[in-house]
């Protein structure tokens, strides 16, 4: 089992930036990569970013491209998400998952390749 514990989450004006973390703990040795979506009222949720933990390969939604920037300390186990830029339609709960399989590059942002999802942490941008 691992669990992940998502912050960093709060209320900001547009063009503001956040940091999210996102700690894992638990069987963090088997971890593969890990990812963040999100999912606004109303909407599916949809995939922002994956990095694998060995060797840092990312991929990213074209919609956050150029504004959000994910990376990992694997000292301490915690995937960080710093989002910049931030629009009212980022406006979401950001959740944390993580994958001990080991799916193809193409599959990173497919929301059932992840194991594991933490409960969310809500950014909400105002206008």
């Known amino acids: 089992q691992v669990q992940l514990v998502e912050s960093g989450g709060g209320l900001v004006q547009a063009g503001d930036s956040l940091r999210l973390s996102c700690a894992a703990s638990?069987?963090?040795?088997?971890?593969?990569?890990m990812a963040w979506f999100r999912q606004a009222p109303g909407k599916e949720r949809e995939f922002v970013a994956a990095?694998?933990?060995?060797?840092?390969?990312?991929k990213y939604a074209d919609s956050v491209k150029g504004r959000f920037t994910i990376s990992r300390d694997n000292t301490k186990n915690t995937v960080y998400l710093q989002v910049n830029s931030l629009q009212p339609e980022d406006t979401a709960v950001y959740y944390c998952?993580?994958?001990?399989?080991?799916?193809?590059?193409?599959?990173?942002?497919?929301?059932?390749?992840?194991?594991?999802w933490g409960q969310g942490t809500q950014v909400t941008v105002s206008s």
């Open positions: 990095i694998t933990w060995s060797n840092g390969i990312t």
């Open positions: 998952s993580v994958t001990s399989n080991r799916p193809a590059y193409e599959s990173l942002s497919r929301r059932t390749a992840y194991n594991y």
């Open positions: 638990g069987r963090t040795f088997s971890n593969y990569a």
